[in-house]
């Protein structure tokens, strides 16, 4: 069978999964990559994005693939762009079935089997499901009681039960890096790798609140490879791919196992010697694991937190830490010298001034390397949305159109028009507080304390996407980060002279 996967220009781990079990089983996978250049979620811009429209040839070149079955994994933010380019490859092969799997259409698969354009939804996690399709379509005969598919039938949907979790991680093999290398090379110094699966925590503003809850009573939600299985994984790629500079652990909550972590840093700062960084959550660090984290090669731990209201962490957003205990995580970091960051989100219905008053002296007081500033983004489902009705900043038709991917996503302040923005970010509230916290880091604490009690915090002009973009890139200079904007921008250059390449060539 020919599986033929459409995606935007970032890597996507779940992708190189499936593609990997695929191809295990003789199934011959390609990847079609939308540049989408100056169509992101963070940066549109209209005249841009259609001098650069490669869209026509992108469908020339699932054509050359000739699938059998066109998959797509989707994001929230990307849902609209993905239907849209479905709908094109319908309109010249109406015969080739098309699969939306991912988180959008795990949360709301009611909404996305609707479209014309998608024939499968996978609800959930998809490498044992996609298996059986592909083997049902080689056998020329479709099965429809797939467990995590829903499928179309003369006129009907075929909704199937959900399947139990994948129980050993280790049984699936290493994901398939080369198929996101071969096209975006620029990816290379960066090896993306997970050693858990799931959350712990059921924060009301995150997906794992959604996915959970599909998962109830189908086994242990939060699951972890074991150290060998990593290591193998990780010591495969040292050896294939010789110029990887660092390593990224995007779960979660990467020291979920204090044993697990003695072991991994322990072999990893013998056998890897990479630069690292990884996701926690206050609550796991400790000493002991901060001095770990350090001695291994954590050059950057991100830590979310999200309101320096403890109780509004608690009752609004369900988060369990206490500020007590978020002083003594950051004490530790501190202490071990490693570099961290809080995550803050803006616009938590019911916070207002007050609040990000009370930010500005706790993370005075913190002093992290870094405080990532996010506008809150209501994705379909998230118990937040809840909360967003009660405030007034969402009604029905607002919720039908998260659930449709017609609302912004860009958790930043973003430069450029695009979806439908609902943050209160959009009516220019508040981004005087979002530049002081992106600036406080550079800030001497006395300083900053003379801020907040002569409240010149008013003072602070609001600011365009374009101008915040530019003081988080100064005040990334002194922490050594500016390589975040120059490895985007080297991407960026990369992809526009592709761009302009096969534009070139398409027209002699």
């Known amino acids: 069978m020919r599986i033929t996967f459409v995606q935007g220009p970032y890597e996507n781990l779940a992708v190189e999964y499936l593609s990997s079990l695929l191809k295990k089983e003789g199934h011959k996978v390609s990847l079609v990559i939308d540049p989408q250049l100056f169509n992101a979620v963070h940066f549109k811009n209209k005249l841009l994005a259609r001098l650069f429209d490669v869209r026509e040839l992108l469908l020339e070149e699932v054509k050359k693939t000739k699938p059998d079955l066109v998959a797509f994994s989707v994001f929230t933010s990307d849902y609209q762009w993905a239907l849209d380019i479905a709908g094109r490859i319908k309109q010249r092969n109406k015969e080739v079935p098309i699969i939306f799997g991912g988180i959008h259409p795990t949360s709301v698969p009611e909404v996305v089997i609707k479209e014309e354009s998608v024939d499968i939804v996978c609800v959930g996690e998809g490498e044992q499901a996609l298996l059986e399709l592909a083997r049902s379509f080689d056998k020329k005969r479709k099965n429809y009681r797939i467990k995590n598919l829903w499928f179309k039938k003369n006129g009907r949907v075929i909704k199937n039960e ?32 997970m050693a858990t699966r799931g959350c712990p925590y059921r924060c009301t503003y995150c997906a794992n609140f959604v996915r959970a809850k599909i998962y109830q009573g189908k086994g242990r939600y939060v699951r972890i490879r074991s150290v060998e ?21 995007p779960d979660d909550i990467l020291p979920l196992d204090k044993e697990w972590m003695r072991e991994f840093i322990g072999r990893y700062k013998k056998e890897i010697k990479l630069p690292f960084l990884c996701y926690t959550h206050p609550r796991y660090i400790d000493a002991e694991i901060a001095k770990l984290l350090k001695e291994g090669g954590c050059f950057w731990l991100n830590m979310g937190l999200q309101t320096a209201s403890e109780e509004n962490r608690i009752q609004l957003l369900k988060r369990v830490e206490t500020n007590d205990e978020v002083r003594k995580a950051v004490k530790y970091c501190h202490e071990v010298g490693l570099r961290f960051s809080l995550d803050h989100i803006f616009d938590i219905p019911f916070e207002g001034e007050k609040e990000y008053v009370e930010g500005l002296k706790f993370y005075n007081e913190l002093r992290p390397t870094w405080i990532n500033v996010f506008w809150l983004v209501y994705f379909p489902k998230a118990e937040i949305i809840k909360l967003g009705k009660k405030a007034g900043y969402i009604d029905a038709e607002t919720e039908k159109e998260i659930n449709e991917g017609k609302v912004s996503t860009c958790c930043t302040l973003k430069i450029g028009g695009g979806e439908k923005d609902i943050s209160r970010s959009a009516r220019g509230e508040f981004k005087n507080f979002a530049l002081l916290y992106t600036l406080l880091p550079l800030i001497p604490r006395r300083v900053m304390n003379k801020i907040i009690k002569k409240k010149w915090y008013r003072k602070v002009p609001e600011v365009s996407g374009l101008v915040f973009f530019l003081a988080k890139f100064i005040a990334r200079i002194p922490i050594g980060q500016v390589y975040l904007y120059t490895s985007e921008i080297k991407a960026t250059s990369w992809l526009v002279l592709n761009v302009l390449k096969s534009k070139w060539l398409n027209k002699k």
Do not use: C, H, T
Not at 162 to 189: A, Q, T, V
Not at 232 to 244: C, M, R, S, T
């Open 162 to 193: 959900i399947r139990p979790l994948l129980e050993n991680l280790d049984d699936l093999p290493f994901p398939d890096k080369d198929l996101f290398f071969s096209k975006l090379p620029f990816l290379k110094n960066y090896y993306l790798i």
């Open 229 to 249: 299985s990593v290591m193998k994984e990780l010591i495969w790629a040292k050896k294939k791919y010789p110029q990887l500079k660092m390593v990224g652990i």
